[in-house]
T-cell receptor, first 109, second 115 residues
Framework: GQQVMQIPQYQHVQEGEDFTTYCNSSTTLSNIQWYKQRPGGHPVFLIQLVKSGEVKKQKRLTFQFGEAKKNSSLHITATQTTDVGTYFCAGRSNYQLIWGAGTKLIIKP | EAQVTQNPRYLITVTGKKLTVTCSQNMNHEYMSWYRQDPGLGLRQIYYSMNVEVTDKGDVPEGYKVSRKEKRNFPLILESPSPNQTSLYFC??????????????FGPGTRLTVT
């Protein structure tokens, strides 16, 4: 079936280091959404990308949608403790939303 | 305040005892959905509804039922819960009927334990 693979499953970083999570789809996506889930919380919508090659920025977060609309990435520059949580991508294919398994961002003490 | 509410937030029950988790949204959204979240598996869709009286199976519907008699409510029913349904459950809603073109708003979650 249709899948969206998200890697890595976990990423440990020192505060101030960068963080990146990647999503790859087995099929072409109509759009891709990104969500953040804080520990103990619920997923919260961050952004939606629709166009091939699209890049959007939200302060220290940069979101990209691949040219073939099969992959996407989220990059966080200079992580802060408030960035801790799990980041999910969700791609639209045939009117269904297919979720990645998430990448957990852990800040090393 | 625009929100999705779920009740109860926590529930411990025994195998075979029927239970209902309620979900309500106040945003007049057409689309509503139930997910379960398990470690390492992300969010898996159980059932969804594109409008009143319209429901359909998601990826993991076995052992669950839903109904959509009113636009704002979308209860999840476990007729005979089993331990493998121990999980964290989220209700979500969004504008539009496909659920994939607009952002989804999630409820706070219901942590269910079946012993």
């Amino acid at each position: 079936g249709q899948q969206v693979m998200q890697i890595p499953q976990y990423q440990h970083v020192q505060e101030g280091e960068d963080f990146t999570t990647y999503c790859n789809s087995s099929t072409t996506l109509s759009n891709i959404q990104w969500y953040k889930q804080r520990p103990g919380g619920h997923p919260v919508f961050l952004i939606q990308l629709v166009k091939s090659g699209e890049v959007k920025k939200q302060k220290r977060l940069t979101f990209q949608f691949g040219e073939a609309k099969k992959n996407s990435s989220l990059h966080i520059t200079a992580t802060q403790t408030t960035d801790v949580g799990t980041y999910f991508c969700a791609g639209r294919s045939n009117y269904q939303l297919i979720w990645g398994a998430g990448t957990k961002l852990i800040i090393k003490p | 305040e625009a929100q999705v509410t779920q009740n109860p937030r926590y529930l411990i029950t025994v195998t075979g005892k029927k239970l209902t988790v309620t979900c309500s949204q106040n945003m007049n959204h057409e689309y509503m959905s139930w997910y379960r979240q398990d470690p390492g598996l992300g969010l898996r869709q159980i059932y969804y509804s594109m409008n009143v009286e319209v429901t359909d199976k998601g990826d993991v519907p076995e052992g669950y039922k839903v109904s959509r008699k009113e636009k704002r409510n979308f209860p999840l029913i476990l007729e005979s819960p089993s331990p493998n349904q121990t999980s964290l459950y989220f209700c979500a809603s969004s504008y539009g009927t496909s659920g994939s073109s607009y952002e989804q708003y999630f409820g706070p979650g219901t942590r269910l334990t079946v012993t």
